[in-house]
Nanobody
Framework: QVQLVESGGGSVQSGGSLRLSCAAS????????MAWFRQVSGKAREGVAA???????RYAGSVQGRFSISRDSAENTLYLQMNSLKPEDTAMYYC????????????????????WGQGTQVTVSS
């Protein structure tokens, strides 16, 4: 069965960096649409960054220029490099995958993704 396992979360000070990883198994990773979402307790899950099978990327305005999404098909791993972290980046971060390719306007809709990881917590202190 499809499995996504996130790692790399932790606690950092404002301005610091973290790199999240999402190890994927049991599907053709290279052909899937992938994304990172985040969620703060009591709030809706929001899209952060997305990458399609061709490597095209898209970012939420709040992280543009600070975060970078990438994928390594040889390692079946999705990454999120997060730089210049801010306290408002504090959230649980989730990896998501789906076999379909989406129109760019819809890549940050959680309902589009059929597979999710369990999440990894990122805490940024001021």
């Amino acid at each position: 069965q499809v499995q996504l396992v996130e790692s790399g979360g932790g606690s950092v000070q404002s301005g610091g960096s973290l790199r999240l990883s999402c190890a994927a198994s049991a599907f053709t990773f290279s052909s899937y649409s992938m994304a990172w979402f985040r969620q703060v307790s009591g709030k809706a899950r929001e899209g952060v960054a997305a990458i399609d099978a061709d490597g095209s990327t898209r970012y939420a305005g709040s992280v543009q220029g600070r975060f970078s999404i990438s994928r390594d098909s040889a390692e079946n791993t999705l990454y999120l490099q997060m730089n210049s972290l801010k306290p408002e980046d504090t959230a649980m971060y989730y990896c998501a995958a789906d076999s379909r390719r989406f129109a760019w306007w819809s890549v940050f809709l959680p309902s589009k993704y059929g597979y999710w990881g369990q999440g990894t917590q990122v805490t940024v202190s001021s």
